[in-house]
Nanobody, 121 residues
């Protein structure tokens, strides 16, 4: 079993900051890419930011310069620092990780349960 547990969501005013965390636990051999997605009501889930095992990052254009993704490989944890938040950042944020459970197997995508981020104007 593998679990991704997110924390750090909440309600914040526009211009404020939040930091999301996502910790992976269970039978894990290695974690490849990790990322954060979000889904607003009535919208499709979209990639917000991703980070590879060697710390290469990519961001959605809408969050570049405001959000920073990072990871702690020793803790199997990925973070999303969100600054200068806007009302349009309001969504449920999901953590995603590509995890190998055993040597020689292909990585499998796992998802967290989601954490609500609400930005008031």
């Amino acid at each position: 079993q593998v679990q991704l547990v997110e924390s750090g969501g909440g309600l914040v005013q526009a211009g404020g900051s939040l930091r999301l965390s996502c910790a992976a636990s269970g039978t894990i051999f290695s974690i490849n890419a990790m990322g954060w997605y979000r889904q607003a009501p009535g919208e499709q889930r979209e990639l917000v930011a991703g980070i590879t095992s060697d710390a290469a990052t990519n961001y959605a254009d809408s969050v570049k310069g405001r959000f920073t993704i990072s990871r702690d490989n020793a803790k199997n944890t990925v973070y999303l620092q969100m600054n200068s938040l806007k009302p349009e950042d309001t969504a449920v944020y999901y953590c995603n990780a590509l995890i190998k459970r055993r040597l020689g197997t292909l990585p499998t995508a796992y998802w967290g349960q989601g954490t609500q981020v609400t930005v008031s104007s």
